[in-house]
């Protein structure tokens, strides 16, 4: 059953480096200096997470951690296309990591309950963390959904993350076997219906209107299909690793 | 070259190797040695991190199996998140150590919440106020003592 897990796998740890990279570019440059010092640890949290499971890849087909995370094509990484898009602006920082970080938390809720226990050992560990992220979200949330420039902003935001958040429940290659045997508990419509309650329930405890855009066809990201946003990303983040493959720190 | 060192010889050694984000502090009153096995000759460990991205954890293994070379031929390291490291597993020593260095320990049992009136671990007053629930390491957030006006430090609990 582990060798059927690795597109699931694959499909967690690339959504959380990428997610981790992208955020990590307000290092130095967010509105202020907490936020600095946040962001920094949400994407520094991510990274860690996306090795903790390239790590259980590598036992499973032992590929090195760093070939995974650095040494694939664009078209073999499998993160979603919500993750790979640009910072753009504050406010589309934060509508992107409450859509995220609420599907991330459905998501790992399902999957301490896999039977895979290697992967339901690191979700149960992952979880506890993840709380914060969770509750740093939702305080942006708050304060950007008051008034003022901010709101109309962070429905913008919104409007604009929506079509590429729902990537994140699309298919996974091989699904029907990993959800027979258990490894992943629930299938991903089912997790994005749970996920769609969650994230209109915060919007409208805010005021906030449910975005209504449809998704984009056929299937993107977990297929491998990239934005053209991904490639110049990925080139800035594997250059170091490029350089010289196989190097040791 | 010890022939067999005894389990209780390894947790003695392994009290040499500190947390290099927390100087004094051992990995064992951090509490994120998880088992150890000693068997003809062969010791092995299981180390579970604080926080799964923490970047210590390489070093601190790399420390542990250079310590315990001292006392068996072959020494394997292992980082696992079978049974995952909560907040509760630092000890009482390590507690106080945390507190000497001006880090208030995470709350007993608690859940993972922010300790918005974390105790001072200056002058114990409860009269403070959270500056950033993220800090300069993954497991610490900021703080503002308003009796003493110093600014400290907590070990966030998870």
Not at chain 1, 46 to 66: M, P, Q, S
Not at chain 1, 90 to 96: E, G, L, M, V
Request: charged share 30%; net charge negative; proline share 7%.
């Amino acid at each position: 059953m582990s060798e059927s897990a690795v597109p699931l796998l694959l499909s967690l740890a690339d959504d959380e480096l990428v997610l981790g990279y992208r955020d990590s570019e307000w290092t130095g440059i967010a509105p202020m200096l907490e936020e600095d010092v946040a962001t920094s640890s949400i994407s520094q949290d991510e990274i860690g997470h996306a090795k903790a499971l390239y790590e259980i890849v590598r036992e499973i087909t032992g590929a090195g951690v760093d070939d995974l995370a650095y040494g694939r094509e664009p078209r073999e990484y499998r993160c979603c296309w919500l993750v790979e898009r640009p910072r753009h602006d504050w406010a589309f920082t934060i509508a992107r990591r409450f859509l995220y970080e609420t599907a991330d938390d459905v998501r790992t809720e399902a999957l301490v309950a896999s039977s895979f226990e290697p992967l339901a050992g690191l979700m149960r560990k992952v979880r506890r963390e993840e709380k914060y992220h969770l509750m740093h979200v939702s305080a942006w949330l708050d304060r950007l959904s008051e008034s003022g420039e901010a709101r109309p902003r962070l429905e913008s935001a919104l409007a604009l993350a929506w079509p590429d958040a729902l990537t994140f429940w699309e298919e996974i290659e091989g699904e029907d076997e990993f959800l027979a045997g258990g490894c992943l508990p629930a299938p991903s419509p089912e997790l994005r219906r749970r996920w769609l309650e969650r994230v209109e329930r915060e919007l409208a405890a805010r005021g906030l209107d449910m975005p209504r855009a449809a998704g984009p066809e056929p299937p993107t990201g977990r297929g491998g299909a990239r934005t053209g946003d991904f490639e110049p990303f990925w080139l800035e983040m594997t250059e170091t690793y490029r350089l010289e493959p196989g190097a040791t720190w | 070259m010890a022939v067999s060192a005894t389990e209780s010889e390894v947790w003695e050694a392994l009290r040499e190797v500190e947390d290099p984000e927390i100087p004094g502090l051992s990995v064992v009153d951090l509490g994120i040695v998880d088992r150890v096995r000693v068997d003809e000759g062969e010791i092995e460990v299981d180390i579970t991190p604080t926080f799964t991205g923490c970047p210590a954890v390489e070093m601190m293994r790399r420390e542990i199996e250079l310590e315990l070379s001292r006392l068996a031929e072959r020494v394997r390291v292992r980082v696992t998140f079978e049974r995952a490291w909560t907040s509760d597993r630092i000890t009482k020593a390590g507690r106080e150590h945390l507190r000497r260095s001006g880090l208030t320990p995470p709350p007993r049992e608690g859940s993972i919440e922010l300790q918005v009136r974390a105790k001072c671990p200056y002058c114990g007053s409860h009269d403070t106020r959270i500056e950033n629930a993220f800090g300069p390491t993954l497991c610490r957030s900021i703080h503002y003592c308003n009796a003493c006006h110093q600014p400290f430090e907590a070990f966030k609990p998870v």
